[in-house]
Every structure is written in structure tokens, then in C-alpha cells.
């Protein structure tokens, strides 16, 4: 079992950067496949992009590439999201999530953070 913490949110302007960060608890964070989530007010929780467990493979949202970079830290148990050119659609709740499959598909996590709130103004 695995808690999820995240942390980095918070209001930007269009442009601008943000770096996301998700701590897992206990040992076997190297097992899993992470991933990040988001969801807009009034809309489902959409993938984003996922990192495998030694990092080396990587896949994204066609909504983010070339503008998110996942990354893991395996020796601190952490997962960012370097989030560049951010635009007001990218405003939403983000969540991180931990799973055993390479997937963008949201059921298949069994792992969840509560969530970072990203703001970006216009």
C-alpha cells in the first residue's frame, strides 16, 4: 500500500511555470507506475501523463506535449510534473496516482493523492 501527497500548486499567470511534486509513503514506491491526473471544474478526470517505475519511459496527454515533463526521484520517493507554457485551460484540480499497469486509463490506478489545486490566470 502507498499514500500520495502532493504538493506545488497554486495561481500563475498564462505563461508562466509550475513543478508539482507527489511523496509516496512507504518502500516499494519503485514498484509502481506513476501517474498524473487532472480534472477541471464540470469535467472527468483526464490523464496527463504517466512515468514507468524505473522512469526511463514516459507518455503524455496530446493536450501537454511538448509542455509537461514527468519525472521520479525513486531514492526520495517522489514524482514531479514540470508544467511550462501554462494556459487557463490547464486550471484544475491535479492529482497523482500510483499503479502497477503503463496506462493512461484512470481505473487502472489503485493509488490516489487528494489533490493539488492549479490556477492559471489569463
Known amino acids: 500500500q502507498v499514500q500520495l501527497v502532493e504538493s506545488g500548486g497554486g495561481l500563475v499567470q498564462a505563461g508562466g511555470s509550475l513543478r508539482l511534486s507527489c511523496l509516496a509513503s512507504?518502500?516499494?514506491?519503485?514498484?509502481?507506475?506513476m501517474g498524473w491526473f487532472r480534472q477541471a471544474p464540470g469535467k472527468e478526470r483526464e490523464f496527463v501523463a504517466y512515468?514507468?517505475?524505473?522512469?526511463?519511459?514516459?507518455y503524455y496527454a496530446d493536450s501537454v506535449k511538448g509542455r509537461f515533463t514527468i519525472s521520479r526521484d525513486n531514492t526520495k520517493n517522489t514524482v514531479y510534473l514540470q508544467m511550462n507554457s501554462l494556459g487557463p485551460e490547464d486550471t484544475a484540480v491535479y492529482y497523482c496516482?500510483?499503479?502497477?499497469?503503463?496506462?493512461?486509463?484512470?481505473?487502472?490506478?489503485?493509488?490516489w493523492g487528494q489533490g493539488t489545486q492549479v490556477t492559471v490566470s489569463s
Open positions: 512507504g518502500r516499494t514506491f519503485s514498484t509502481y507506475v
Open positions: 496516482a500510483a499503479g502497477s499497469t503503463m496506462t493512461w486509463d484512470r481505473k487502472r490506478y489503485g493509488y
Open positions: 512515468v514507468s517505475w524505473h522512469g526511463r519511459n514516459t
